[in-house]
Each structure stands twice: as C-alpha cells, then as structure tokens.
C-alpha cells in the first residue's frame, strides 16, 4: 500500500503583497475580488465564484471554501487565508473541550461559518483545515490551522518569478487527506505568454502524479480566479534532477484546460519524480486578456 502524504508547495510573488495580500495580523493571505452584490464577512467562510470572492452558503462543502482574514466587504480585494496559516474563524457551535485537532469544514447550518467536528467528513467534503484550539464558542472566533483538501478525493473545484518559496512536508494529517501540493499564482491579467505559473521548484521526496492528476484519494484542481474569455491551456513539465538546480532534461507531462465556465480537462500521463526531480507548470503561448489569479492542487502519490 503506498503511503499519502500531504506536501505542500505555496509560491507567493511579491505581486500580493501589494494588493490586500501578504501577512494580515500575522496570518498569511492571498487576494481575490470581492463580489460586489453580496460580498464578504471578516473571519467568515467564502467561496470564489466566477473570480469572486463571496460568502460561503451551507450548500458550499464540496467546493474549496476559505477563511477571510482582511479586506472584507463589497469593494476591493478580499484576503483569503493561505495553507500552513493560522486562521480566526467565526464558528457555529460550542464545543466546551476537547476539540483540539478536529476537522474544520464550511458549516452546513450557518452561512459563512466554519464547523468543527471529530468524526471524518463524507468523501469529497473540502477540509479547510483543523481547529488549533481545545474549546469553540458558537458565533465567536476559533483559530483554524489551515490545509485545505477534499476528504477522499472528488469535490467540484506558484510562481515565476519565485520571490518566496515555502516547502512543508506534513506527515501529520488524519487517513484519507487528500494528497496534494498547492500554489498560488500571480495575481496578474493577463497572465503573460508562456509565463512560468508555478516553480521550477524541486520535490522534497520520490512521489508519483497519477494518470489525469486523479486516483481513488485524490483529485487535482486547477482553477483560475479569473476566468479566461476562451479555452485556456497550461503544461506540466517534469525536470530530471541536476546537480545545477532544475536544469535537467524537461518532458512535458501533459496539460489541463480550462473553460470559460471554469471546467477543467486533465490530460496527463501518470509520472514518476525522483528527489530533486523538479516540477513546472508553464501558460499557454497565446495570452487571454483575462486568465488571472490561478490556484493549483495537484494529487500525488508517495
């Protein structure tokens, strides 16, 4: 029985940093428009629909959901908490103590609340992280460590320059997390001709990218903030291990396309990485005056 791991890659350019992004109270974020309708709540849960940034609704668990640490509101950006942070959520229940290490889920009583439990969610519930605390109060803030990932797999759905590059190898996580890595892109639009997305950034141990980013755990997603006026393909690429860096030979792995609509399309030959191999995920040549803001989560096997 191979052994999944959770691994993390998170690629922040200094391009967020200056828009809403970067740290928010010590908590590191990144940024998404606001819807302007709706819009979203501070410490609350949101999704990103159609590029933007709006509450989460009890429907919302299968779909990535995010903790809001700044900007807030119906205007502006919000600023969605990163992997590997530690996040204040505003939480629907009280749970006296105990609680410690247990699942964190969008809350399926109340709108824009996260929900705490111990029991594992159903396959494909996204996992927004875990409570750091031992004890909740029911509509007031609990720290949340968050590793988002689908539980089991499924659910409906980095970066050159490197200006800063955090790798965290997280053996820790209860059965059945999702294995993944996890980037996010530049927040720029359009994203440029060819422009490298995510690394070239070397993998900390042998692991295996599964036929179509997809196995019987996990599922990859490649989602773009921004959504593209047309069809909008990117490449993978495996880089065989140098003694210069990532400098090897580079084999295209395959692709994902994205649509209009935000429907993605896997076509990837399973490969193997040995340690140090490197991993690159490159924009197409054309430019599309629109494909923003991507977030990779990619599914591996260790």
Not at 138 to 158: I, K, L
């Amino acid at each position: 029985m191979k052994l999944l791991r959770t691994l993390l890659f998170l690629l922040v350019p200094a391009a967020l940093f200056g828009q809403a992004g970067g740290l928010v109270n010590g908590t590191r974020g990144f940024p998404q428009p606001n819807n302007t309708s709706t819009g979203t709540t501070l410490n609350g849960t949101a999704v990103i629909t159609a590029g933007l940034a709006i509450n989460a609704g009890t429907s919302n668990t299968t779909v990535p959901a995010y903790i809001v640490i700044g900007g807030a509101g119906t205007s502006g950006n919000a600023v969605l908490a990163s992997d590997g942070s530690i996040a204040p959520c505003i939480m629907d229940s009280t749970i006296s103590s105990g609680a410690s290490n247990y699942y964190v889920i969008n809350s399926t009583t109340t709108a824009k609340e996260c929900h705490a439990q111990s029991a594992a969610p159903s396959s494909g519930v996204w996992i927004i992280g875990f409570l750091s605390v031992d004890a909740t109060t029911s509509g007031s803030t609990a720290n949340v460590a968050v590793h988002g990932a689908f539980y089991g797999g499924g659910g409906t759905p980095g970066t050159g320059p490197n200006d800063l590059v955090q790798l965290t190898s997280n053996s820790l996580l209860p059965a059945g997390v999702t294995t993944t890595f996890w980037s996010m892109g530049p927040n720029q639009t359009p994203l440029a001709s060819s422009m490298v997305i995510f690394g070239p950034v070397p993998v900390p141990a042998a692991i295996t990218i599964p036929t179509n980013g997809t196995n019987s755990q996990a599922t990859s997603q490649f989602i773009l903030g921004t959504l593209p006026t047309a069809s909008w393909t990117a490449t993978l690429y495996h880089i065989a291990a140098s003694t210069a860096g990532c400098t090897g030979t580079s084999t295209s792995m395959g692709t994902v396309a994205i649509a209009t609509t935000g429907a993605q399309t896997w076509s990837l030959t399973q490969t193997s990485f040995a340690v140090g191999d490197c991993l690159e995920v490159v924009a197409p040549s054309s430019v599309d005056t629109t494909a923003a803001n991507p977030n990779l989560t990619l599914a591996v096997v260790k």
